[in-house]
């Protein structure tokens, strides 16, 4: 009798955009409740993802490894072990595709969520998990999350788990931090566009290589099937609401209009989709899986 398989291979997938090579790494997932979006009933929401075969919000963490010119880039770390044990699977699944954390040159990051930055230390020692990476992230993040007066507001929990895990984590790379103020090209290929809204520095990034275009857009939406469809639904971490509704129909709107080729950190990976119109909002239509490079 042969034996059931107890988990799934590794959760690696490459893209090749142009002469870039894009490879989506998952982090895990994360499951949540529907009380945190604002601006849309907890009944309404639930609807929609049940229409869409989804009984529940479970959040997909997504990172990205960027194979460009020569060097090697990653875009957020996943949670490290700050979240629940269901995500954190970011540096063994590097491993897995084959890639020493010690090659990366870089670490991009486009938030300081503990989703996003909660990976980039060892919380015993302290060490960097990525030796040699120089880390990049607009100059909004730290700024905000160094505040205390900024963190004297929060709750508890926000105190806990984004302020004081976003400190803790790239405090160890602050002899190698390089900040931006967006519109730049930051990584080969790679160019910076600033989104605020969920975060003060909140950044998507486009990668261009040739004619080829991908928009990874970070956390533009935490819920696709409701926020697509319904683009003024936020979060309850959202640190300016308004505005980021603001951003997220900007980035809805180019990337439907420029038909471009997105991904995100809450895409159910891999995350390769294209966004389209429908009727007021918008619809993604996950990209089919890309068999070669």
């Given amino acids: 009798m042969s034996n059931l398989p107890q988990q799934q291979i590794p959760g690696v997938y490459h893209r090749r955009i ?31 993802l049940a229409a869409a075969f989804r009984p529940a919000r479970r959040t997909s963490v997504n ?4 194979h460009s010119a020569g060097r090697l880039a990653l875009v957020d770390t996943g949670s490290g ?12 699944n590097i ?7 010690a090659r990366i040159d870089t670490v991009i990051l486009t938030h300081m969520h503990p989703d996003h930055s909660a990976g980039l230390a060892d919380r015993n020692t302290w060490q960097p998990f990525y030796p040699n990476a120089e880390l990049v992230m607009h100059e909004r993040e730290p700024a905000h ?30 002899d190698r931090w390089r900040l931006f103020k967006g519109g730049e090209e930051v990584f080969p290929g790679v ?51 308004a505005l980021a509704e603001a951003s997220r129909r900007k980035v809805f709107d180019m990337a439907a209009t420029d038909r471009l080729l997105v991904t995100g950190m809450h895409l159910h ?3 390769f989709a294209h966004l ?6 918008y619809r993604l239509i996950p990209e089919a899986w890309q068999h070669g490079l």
Wanted: net charge negative; charged share 25%; hydrophobic share 40%.
């Fill in 18 to 48: 142009g002469d870039i090579v894009v490879t989506a790494i998952s982090d895990g997932f994360l499951d949540g409740s529907m009380q945190v979006l604002r601006n849309i009933s907890v009944e309404e929401a639930t609807g929609i």
């Fill in 63 to 66: 990172a990205f490894l960027i």
């Fill in 81 to 92: 072990t700050y979240l629940l044990p269901t995500a954190g699977n970011v540096l063994a």
């Fill in 95 to 101: 491993k897995a595709a084959g890639v020493d954390p």
């Fill in 145 to 174: 999350w160094f505040d205390d007066a900024a963190m004297a507001k929060g709750t508890d929990r926000e105190k806990r788990d984004f302020f004081q895990a976003g400190r803790e984590q790239i405090t160890p790379y602050k």
């Fill in 191 to 241: 160019t910076a566009i600033h989104r605020p809204g969920h975060t003060p520095g909140h950044t998507t990034y486009m990668v261009s290589s040739g004619k080829e275009q991908l928009l990874i857009w970070a956390d533009t939406v935490h819920v696709p099937e409701v926020q697509t469809a319904r683009p003024e639904v936020c979060m309850d971490f959202d640190t300016d609401k």
């Fill in 269 to 271: 990976f891999p995350g």
């Fill in 276 to 281: 389209v119109r429908d009727g007021a909002g």
